[in-house]
């Protein structure tokens, strides 16, 4: 999978998340559920989802490390 292919797979799910959220406004080093008013539970809903569709599993303990698109993107870039 190609970058562009995972950042637009992270923004369809965060779309289907957020429904009036604009994610491909995201800048790189904003936090993700802050920018797009997402709540905990919708976050966690975000990642579950991420996870089935690339067939990895992300730790509890990762959660922090992956607030900003950047780190999402070099959290999955090694995993996928």
Do not use: H, W
């Amino acid at each position: 999978m190609t970058k562009e292919d995972l950042k637009k797979l992270l923004f369809q799910l965060l779309k289907s998340i957020a429904p009036d959220a604009e994610p491909e406004k995201l800048r790189p080093d904003e936090n993700i559920r802050e920018a797009l008013d997402i709540d905990s539970f919708d976050y966690l809903s975000f990642i579950v989802a991420l996870d089935e569709k690339l067939g990895i599993e992300t730790p509890e303990e990762d959660y922090g490390k992956i607030s900003t698109l950047d780190d999402l993107m070099n959290y999955l870039s090694v995993r996928t």
